[in-house]
């Protein structure tokens, strides 16, 4: 059966979304500012910090910007926690994220709005399994992307984020080394394909990303002809080919504020949008589409475990020093060596 694609009902239906997203931002209840004022007196009382995701909610961002905190992807948010002077770090991502800091701050209290908060990319990767599966390879480098558990960290020979993937497995291969790389399989076919290195990929992948469908980009496209389309890579292969820009959410936000172009359809989580928004008020962003042929849509561009934090989680964890990260000593050290290699890379 052929897809009809009807280009003025997509223009109604982007329009319609627009008009309810940016009602939606107007609205802010008495209750939030109450809880928003709770959690400001929380954080200075605590000696605490928040420490944002891009994909959290607007209202957390926000709190975050106002207290001296961060809204930044998981690197910027693992070095800026471990440089700040604060005794706690509040984590609002998901659960990685919390570990992340654990780990590198092992001497703070790390408290999350919600430990249920987790990652299909760190659900799908248990340690036993990953373990055996790396024996199987003993002459291969183990990279592992951040979304993954301390114990799969403690595992590896390297972790990467988003932003950094592709300069560590570049300078990998030309040191000569065979990759195991995990978890997200479609991260790693772009760093496959980018840098020709040879990997072996575990078979994760990201719920939210993974729906990103490249018949919908298109056809949106032909709506909006001057668009650039911004991808993020743990996007399937197909979405990738049609994108402008293929970056962490980090380099998606540079390339929104930097381009030209007056529309942007963006394949990653729409948390994104409120620092995109706020970088260029005049400009317009648009989802791409995850509905089309093959579509289950389990995830709709927003990630359904970002969106368990809170703000009535963030100040009952602030409140109650719920929340809190822990992790084994001997699994937490092992994990730092990995994590601090990434790290230092960076920095040179
Ligand atoms: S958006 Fe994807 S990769 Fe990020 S936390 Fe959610 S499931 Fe994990």
């Given at each position: 059966?052929?897809?009809?694609?009807?280009?003025?009902?997509?223009?109604?239906?982007?329009q319609k979304?627009?008009?309810?997203?940016?009602?939606?931002?107007?609205?802010?209840?008495?209750d939030d500012e109450q809880i928003r004022a709770e959690i400001k007196s929380l954080l200075k009382e605590k000696n605490a910090v928040l420490v944002a995701h891009y994909y959290t909610e607007d209202a957390i961002q926000e709190l975050a910007e106002e207290t001296g905190g961060i809204i930044a992807d998981s690197l910027e948010m693992a070095r800026f926690g471990a440089n700040h002077p604060a005794e706690t770090l509040v984590v609002a991502g998901v659960k990685f994220m919390g570990e992340t800091a654990k780990i590198l701050s092992p001497e703070k209290t790390i408290l999350m709005p919600t430990l249920e908060a987790t990652c299909s990319l760190d659900i799908g990767c248990p340690i036993d399994e990953f373990s055996a599966f790396c024996d199987q390879y003993p002459d291969r480098k183990v990279v592992v992307y951040a979304n993954t558990s301390a114990a799969v960290k403690a595992r590896a020979d390297w972790v990467v984020t988003s932003s950094i993937a592709l300069d560590v497995v570049e300078h990998l291969v030309e040191q000569g080394e065979k990759i195991i790389w995990a978890p997200d399989q479609h991260l790693g076919g772009y760093i496959q394909r980018e840098t020709g290195a040879d990997m072996i990929l575990w078979d994760g992948a990201c719920i939210v990303h993974e729906e990103f469908k490249a018949k919908g980009i298109t056809d949106l496209k032909a709506v909006y002809p001057d668009a650039a389309v911004l991808v993020h890579p743990e996007s399937p292969e197909a979405v990738v080919e049609v994108a402008d820009v293929v970056g962490s959410t980090s380099q998606l936000l540079n390339a929104s504020k930097t381009m030209t172009n007056d529309t942007f359809i963006v394949a990653t989580d729409r948390g994104i949008f409120y620092?995109?928004?706020?970088?260029?008020?005049?400009?317009?962003?648009?989802?791409?589409?995850?509905?089309?042929?093959?579509a289950s849509c389990r995830s709709c561009a927003h990630c359904p475990w970002m969106a368990l934090n809170s703000l009535e989680m963030l100040r009952d964890a602030l409140k109650n020093n719920s929340g809190e990260i822990h992790i084994q000593e001997e699994t937490r050290v092992k994990a730092l060596l990995p994590l601090q290699k990434m790290l230092n890379f960076q920095a040179k």
């Open positions: 059966m052929s897809e009809l694609f009807n280009k003025s009902a997509l223009r109604d239906t982007v979304y627009l008009s309810e997203a940016e009602e939606n931002l107007k609205i802010k209840s008495v620092k995109m928004k706020q970088a260029s008020p005049d400009k317009r962003f648009i989802e791409a589409p995850t509905a089309g042929s093959g």
